[in-house]
């Protein structure tokens, strides 16, 4: 509708909510999800309702970490957790 803000449908109702863009999203064993946001330049784990459990590297501040992910992540294209294979294939 011209002339509503983002997202409204002019009477102030949200239509959708800006969410990550992610490249890759597995869920692990758990039932958590790992989500490799890359445009925001971290890895983010939530639960099943959206839920955001754990954030490594930094919102949209891209770096370079050799020591951990709080020095940034590089937008991250993929993400798994070493040892479970849940919906991926086992090496």
């Given amino acids: 509708m011209a002339g509503s803000p983002a997202g409204t ?30 445009f925001n330049d971290r890895v ?3 639960d099943r309702k959206g839920n955001l459990l754990a954030q490594y590297g930094n919102l949209n501040m891209p770096g370079c ?6 020095e940034g992540l590089f937008a991250p294209y993929g993400a798994k957790v070493i040892g479970d294979y849940t919906g991926l294939t086992p090496p």
């Fill in 9 to 38: 449908c002019g009477q102030g109702r949200r239509l959708w909510i800006k969410r990550p863009a992610p490249s890759q999203a597995v869920e692990r064993i758990s039932g958590r999800i790992v989500v490799s946001d890359q």
């Fill in 44 to 46: 983010i784990i939530i």
């Fill in 65 to 70: 970490g050799t020591t951990n992910a709080s």
